[in-house]
């Protein structure tokens, strides 16, 4: 079945510092979103992509649409302690809003 | 605005025994998602309904596993007999019909089977 790769698994970084994670896949997808997951919780939605080389923001985040509809990036800049948590990745794989998720990216931020 | 409610929070039972878990979604959405997620990785959608009717149960195991959304609004997951692997937290989640990116999650259900 369709694999959807996401890394790293886990970052540690520093308050301040920026983060980058990624999606990738082996097959196309209509859209891409990304999630943040607390502890907890259930995933919140964060950003929504849609075209081929889209790029979005909302606030610190900005996440692209990757130009071969495989891929998606992630982008956390000047990260704050309450960025962290877990990142997933979200392709959806057919016009019923059947999502395939990633395993996650465990984010760590130390003062 | 209420958000997706599921009870329990938190449930342990023993292997070969039975379990229900409960969701309310958004009042008005049309789709309704459970998910299982397993410690470490991402949600995996079990089965999505439309209304009252299902649209995709391709990764639920019939053999165990059963759901309904009898009036299309609140929705029920069973498992009979659970098993080891069954341990997981169950996410339900709801959308508007055709809205498939506006999927709000609830807080899930944490199963711990012994």
């Known amino acids: 079945g369709q694999q959807l790769n996401q890394s790293p698994q886990s970052m540690f970084i520093q308050e301040g510092e920026d983060v980058s994670m990624n999606c990738t896949s082996s097959?196309?997808?209509?859209?891409w979103l990304w999630y943040k997951q607390d502890p907890g919780e259930g995933p919140v939605l964060l950003i929504a992509?849609?075209?081929?080389?889209e790029l979005t923001s909302n606030g610190r985040l900005t996440a692209q649409f990757g130009i071969t509809r495989k891929d998606s990036f992630l982008n956390i800049s000047a990260s704050i302690p309450s960025d962290v948590g877990i990142y997933f990745c979200?392709?959806?794989?057919?016009?019923?809003?059947?999502?395939?998720f990633g395993a996650g990216t465990q984010v760590v931020v130390t003062p | 605005e209420a958000g997706v409610a599921q009870s329990p929070r938190y449930k342990i039972i023993e292997k070969r025994q039975s379990v229900a878990f409960w969701c309310n979604p958004i009042?008005?959405?049309?789709?309704l998602y459970w998910y299982q997620q397993i410690l470490g990785q991402g949600p995996k959608l079990l089965i999505q309904?439309?209304?009252?009717?299902?649209?995709?149960d391709s990764q639920l195991p019939k053999d165990r596993f059963s759901a309904e959304r009898l009036k299309g609004v609140d929705s029920t997951l069973k498992i009979q007999p659970a098993k080891l692997e069954d341990s997981a937290v169950y996410l339900c989640?709801?959308?508007?019909?055709?809205?498939?990116?506006?999927?709000?999650f609830g807080p899930g259900t944490r199963l711990t089977v012994l």
């Open positions: 989640a709801s959308s508007p019909s055709g809205a498939y990116n506006e999927q709000f």
């Open positions: 097959s196309i997808f209509n859209t």
């Open positions: 009042s008005g959405h049309a789709t």
């Open positions: 979200a392709g959806l794989t057919d016009s019923w809003g059947k999502f395939q």
């Open positions: 309904f439309q209304n009252n009717g299902v649209v995709d």
């Open positions: 992509l849609y075209k081929a080389g």
